[in-house]
């Protein structure tokens, strides 16, 4: 069986998210604290001590450049034809959004100055799960029809 398009898509969007929020990551983190979680909020986030802002924002840099690493390397994968790879790399995906949703309700809801944005994020960590979900549907449907 050949590649799905769907599969191309969706790799292209993840890899839009992941190449933007890097970016941003690396580049704008106080802009993008601010607008997610509010400057009183934000203000924590980025450390009380010139040391400790200096971690932070290096911990930010690599976390954004790790990102971009991954939004290139799934436009990269959107390229792949094959149909067993592209089930594989789906699940893989799956499990990963999962565990992101799991480890965020277990864990970062607990960190006080994140509790009121654990919920937001569960909610776009199981929307990418289910379009991964959504390709494997798809393609398992094309493939035993």
Do not use: N
């Not at 607008?35 to 980025?46: D, Q, R, V, Y």
């Not at 932070?56 to 067993?84: H, N, P, Q, Y």
């Not at 565990?99 to 607990?110: D, K």
């Amino acid at each position: 069986m050949g590649s799905s398009p769907g599969f191309f898509v969706i790799c292209l969007l993840h890899s839009i998210i992941a190449l933007t929020c890097g970016g941003l990551m690396m580049f704008y983190m106080k802009d993008i604290y601010e607008f997610g979680h509010g400057p009183e909020t934000a203000t924590k986030l980025l450390g009380s001590t010139p040391h400790d802002q200096l971690l932070i924002r290096t911990s930010d840099s690599f976390s954004g450049l790790l990102l971009f690493a991954i939004g290139f390397l799934l436009f990269m994968v959107a390229f792949v034809k094959d149909w067993e790879f592209q089930s594989f790399f789906a699940k893989g995906c799956t499990v990963l959004h999962v565990s992101m949703a799991l480890w965020r309700f277990y864990f970062e809801r607990r960190v006080e100055d994140l509790a009121f944005d654990w919920l937001r994020q569960i909610v776009g960590d199981i929307l990418l799960a289910l379009s991964w979900v959504f390709f494997l549907v798809y393609s398992w449907r094309e493939k035993y029809d």
